[in-house]
């Protein structure tokens, strides 16, 4: 909906065996994911690979004719102003500093700025390091390398020095 301009292409990949043991695993998993993840996963053989990249020095491989790629920073910073348009509020260079359990689903997210975030739910970041922003509203808190609550209610704010984003719904 939000045609965040990330460069995503479905594109797909493979995965090579350079030895004849990493082609044994690769059988092993594609099993697995054809039957669980992705039912067009497609275990190649030495041969069948030779005939779709042209090269012969690998032992097989595993293609994922659905697989994708985007450029992460766009994405990210896309992601932060369509949540900034639906009224969450960012706060740049805001490390969390503790998460507290308020209940079964119910959190309480603490940061270095002195902020406080209460949430419910979770949502799922990916990469390295501490918090780069943090949303409110019923935007996700993005943390990456890290499993933070959603649905965030903001009790605290960054105070002027830092760089933040806020607009009301």
Request: charged residues 20%; contains cysteine.
């Amino acid at each position: 909906d939000e045609r965040i301009d990330s460069g995503f292409t479905r594109c797909g990949k493979i995965k090579l065996a350079a030895k004849p043991a990493h082609f044994d695993k690769l059988a092993r998993t594609a099993d697995i994911l054809a039957r669980e993840v992705d039912p067009g996963v497609r275990l190649l053989t030495p041969e069948a690979l030779t005939a779709e990249v042209g090269s012969p020095i690998f032992h097989g491989g595993l293609l994922f004719p659905r697989s994708a790629r985007m450029h992460m920073g766009r994405f990210g910073v896309g992601l932060a102003e369509a949540a900034a348009r639906r009224g969450a509020h960012i706060h740049e260079n805001n490390p969390v500093t503790a998460i507290d359990r308020l209940g079964a689903a119910r959190f309480r997210v603490s940061t270095a700025v002195g902020g406080r975030v209460e949430a419910r739910g979770r949502s799922a970041g990916s990469g390295g390091g501490s918090c780069r922003w943090a949303a409110s509203s019923s935007s996700p808190l993005h943390c990456p390398g890290r499993s933070w609550p959603t649905s965030c209610r903001v009790t605290g704010s960054a105070p002027p020095a830092r760089t933040s984003v806020t607009t009301s719904a």
